[in-house]
């Protein structure tokens, strides 16, 4: 079993910054692909980022190449989001996932562990 606890949201500022963090607990963080994902009121769960466990291989959709980073303190468990120039349209629960592998997924049922999710608000 894995748990996860995400946190770091708040309110920011077009342009602002935040970084997300995700606390995993359990034996199996380094069997696990680590991602985020994002959920806009009425909109679907979206993929964010992804990273597998060695830091090599990151993976983001194209909207968000260049603004966020994600990477993991594979010492202390957790997994980062580091998000900038940050943009209204960004704002949306942010939710921590894991899944059993090592290839990357971006469809929010290919993972098998969430955290609570976390709110992002951008105000313009």
């Known amino acids: 079993q894995v748990q996860l606890v995400d946190s770091g949201g708040g309110l920011v500022q077009a342009g602002g910054s935040l970084r997300l963090s995700c606390a995993a607990s359990?034996?199996?963080?380094?069997?696990?692909?680590m991602a985020w994902f994002r959920q806009a009121p009425g909109k679907e769960r979206e993929f964010v980022a992804g990273?597998?466990?060695?830091?090599?291989?990151?993976y983001y959709v194209d909207s968000m190449k260049g603004r966020f980073t994600i990477s993991r303190d594979n010492t202390k468990n957790t997994v980062y989001l580091q998000m900038i120039s940050l943009k209204p349209e960004d704002t949306a629960v942010y939710y921590c996932?894991?899944?059993?592998?090592?290839?990357?997924?971006?469809?929010?049922?290919?993972?098998?562990?969430w955290g609570q999710g976390t709110q992002v608000t951008v105000s313009s």
């Open positions: 359990g034996r199996t963080f380094r069997q696990n692909y």
């Open positions: 990273i597998s466990w060695s830091n090599v291989s990151s």
């Open positions: 996932a894991a899944r059993a592998g090592v290839l990357v997924r971006t469809r929010s049922y290919e993972y098998d562990y």
